[in-house]
């Protein structure tokens, strides 16, 4: 089980990324995914989940900003990132809960990829 992150990079305050998440197990698209970020220092934070159904949850900081999606066809889940913010600076990591496709919970996911950087310049 792979899942590989890209997209990540250095980009000023007020911008926009796109994070994508390649899935190398055909069956990921039907699972909870979700998105999650660690500052420099700091724990990690869960920032969306999406379930099989492409319900979404949110973290408190980044609603409104952040939308998690999916595309089944190229297993990959993405997270469109706008009106950035210096406190977004972070690694983020995409992960998989293989044992369910909804109720996603922070504390049920067991597969990860090895994370891309987000910089924010002020």
């Known amino acids: 089980v792979q899942l590989v992150e890209s997209g990540g990079g250095s980009v000023q305050a007020g911008g926009s990324l796109r994070l994508s998440c390649l899935v190398s197990y055909f069956t990921a698209m039907s699972e909870c995914l979700g998105w999650f970020r660690q500052a420099e220092g700091k724990e990690r934070e869960t920032v969306a989940f999406?379930?099989?159904?492409?319900?979404?949850i949110y973290g408190d900081s980044v609603k409104g900003r952040f939308r998690v999606s999916k595309d089944s066809v190229k297993n990959t889940l993405y997270l469109q990132m706008n009106s950035l913010k210096p406190e977004d600076t972070a690694m983020y990591y995409c992960?998989?809960?293989?044992?369910?496709?909804?109720?996603?919970?922070?504390?049920?996911?067991?597969?990860w990829g090895k994370g891309t950087q987000v910089t924010v310049s002020s």
């Open positions: 992960a998989a809960d293989p044992t369910r496709g909804f109720g996603c919970r922070k504390d049920g996911f067991n597969y």
């Open positions: 999406i379930d099989r159904t492409a319900e979404t």
